[in-house]
Structure formats: C-alpha cells, structure tokens
C-alpha cells in the first residue's frame, strides 16, 4: 500500500499562538491501531530572516552579540524559521499521533551554505517515516530551507511517541543516561528556572506548555517543567570557545533526558576518537541531559524538494 502524503502550500506564516488549539484538543486514533499514518508536506515561500529575530535569539542563547551584528546567523537559528510549518503538522486533523507526548530524541542539522540576516528563503517541511520502535512509534520532521533552487539548511528531528502501558514492550526500563569522561573540561555552569525558559519561549514562538507549567507537564505524564531541548542545544554550542567545522559537517544531537527545572547544569567538551563533543550535565548527578558533535558528511543535495 502507498503511504499517503498531505500536501499543504500556505501563503502566509501560520500563526503560533492560534496553532496550539488544534494542537492540544484534536482527538488522535488509538496508536496500537495505526496502520498506514499520512505523511505530509508543508511548504512557505519568502521567509525573511529578520535581522531583529536573530538578535534577540542570540541574546537568550548566549551567541555573541558583536558576531551577530556582522551578520552570523547561528546554526540552529533557522529552526525557529521552521516551527510553525511543525505545528501547522501536528494540528492537522489527519496528523496521527498525540503532540504532547511527542520526545525529541535526535536531532541532525547540516548547512551546506552560509545564511546570513536579511536572506529571504522559501522552508519546506516533512513529516514522514514512520518506523515502529520497542520504546514507540518514530518519524521523521525534515525541514528543506532552499535558497535559488539549493537546499542552504537541513534539519532532521527524530520523534518518538510511546507505546501506552498497557502494550507489550520489549527491553525494559531504558538505561539511565551516561555521564561525561572525567577529564572533560567544564566551559561554564548556569542555572536554569522558569523565567528563562519563558525568554525561550517568547523568542522562539514554542508555547508547549510542558515547558512553561508544572501542572501542566505532570498532566502530560512528566515531574514538572522541563527546558526545551532545542535550547540546551543551542546554548551549549554558543559557549565559547566556538568549535568552526568544515562546510560539509553535520551536526549531531541525542538527547538523553529533559532538564528538570529548577536546574543546575554545566557545558562540558571532550574528545573522543578525534570528534569534539559538547554537553549539557546536571551538575549534582555529572549526567548529560544531551551532547552534540560534527561529523563530515557528502553535500546536502536538494534532489527530493522541488522549488515549484
């Protein structure tokens, strides 16, 4: 049977704040029961990399300001570009699986070009691949950020939706996450609370409430609040000394477990096999909440997104 694809082209931003309705209130079929989940396509054209948008996420995530003014747009940034187009998917009535119970569990970033503040791009993004797992179901969100026909910006999440209790599973409580070797070095210690969780938010335009609400979080199965991984990303990779990587790498992301707030975590980077890693560890436990690190891969090739 042919997988089928929802293809949806929208003339304008969607709005973030009015998504988070359908979001949260559309009923979902039972997960055990899925067969053959829709995949789908949503496309925006003319998104303006907003000079004023960059500067404020910089400035939550701790990238510097004087490399900001001259233009630099950090690597993560242009996920923000794309996270409407994700909840416009996951507010589709079609779309299958229950949004909040969704884990980021990896995450993969290539640039084959540089983007600099003031570039107008058109973003395409992909829910697709649907694979069953002992822990759940996975897909794919792909987003292609083209620029004259050329994918500029590529970024793979790995979602993950849990089987419910009552299913059979295999394998087990999993490990708990694995702590940094003992000679990495601390770059940096933070402290990590609600208010700057909310600075995210604001800038980024993410309103999960598992982030911004503790009753809210443990309705949807979790302790309390926790941090958005997309942040411990970025913040980790903004404290200096900044790694440049060849134009052909590939950014790699696992996120192990969510920080908990209210939180005390460190930066930690090692070397392990000649590959620079960063991490964010909670600082009482020496455990990462995620580690991130380059690896070179072939040019990004833009053949499967067209620019019609």
């Not at 089987?163 to 003992?182: D, H, I, L, N, V």
Request: proline content about 8%; some cysteine.
């Amino acid at each position: 049977m042919t997988t089928r694809t929802i293809h949806l082209k929208l003339s304008r931003q969607p709005s973030v704040l009015g998504s988070y309705p359908r979001v949260l209130l559309t009923r979902r079929p039972d997960i055990l029961a899925l067969q053959e989940p829709p995949e789908f396509e949503v496309r925006l054209d003319q998104v303006l990399i907003e000079p004023q948008a960059v500067a404020k996420y910089a400035a939550v995530c701790a990238f510097d300001a004087s490399d900001v003014r001259n233009g630099y747009v950090p690597i993560t940034f242009p996920h923000m570009l794309a996270m409407p187009l994700h909840l416009r998917i996951m507010g589709h009535s079609s779309f299958p699986l229950r949004p909040m119970g969704l884990i980021h569990v990896t995450n993969t970033i290539a640039q084959p070009r540089a983007l600099e503040a003031g570039m107008t791009l058109n973003v395409v993004v992909a829910a697709r691949n649907y694979r069953k797992t002992d822990a759940g179901l996975t897909f794919d969100m792909v987003t292609d950020i083209l620029r004259a026909g050329q994918t500029v910006w590529r970024e793979t999440c790995v979602f993950l939706s849990r089987w419910p209790e009552s299913a059979q599973r295999t394998g087990g409580r999993p490990p708990r996450p694995p702590k940094a070797p003992k000679d990495a070095q601390v770059l940096t210690e933070l402290a990590v609370d609600q208010s700057r969780v909310w600075k995210y938010a604001r800038v980024a335009g993410d309103y999960n409430p598992i982030h911004l609400s503790d009753r809210a979080a443990r309705f949807f199965g979790l302790r309390g609040a926790i941090s958005h991984g997309m942040w411990t990303l970025a913040r980790s990779l903004a404290e200096r000394p900044i790694d440049v990587p060849p134009p052909d790498a590939r950014l790699e992301t696992q996120f192990l477990t969510p920080v908990q707030l209210p939180a005390r975590v460190n930066i930690k980077q090692w070397v392990e096999q000649g590959q620079s890693k960063r991490a964010m560890c909670d600082v009482r436990t020496g455990r990462m909440h995620m580690y991130a690190y380059w690896t070179t891969v072939p040019t990004v090739a833009s053949a499967n997104v067209s620019e019609a």
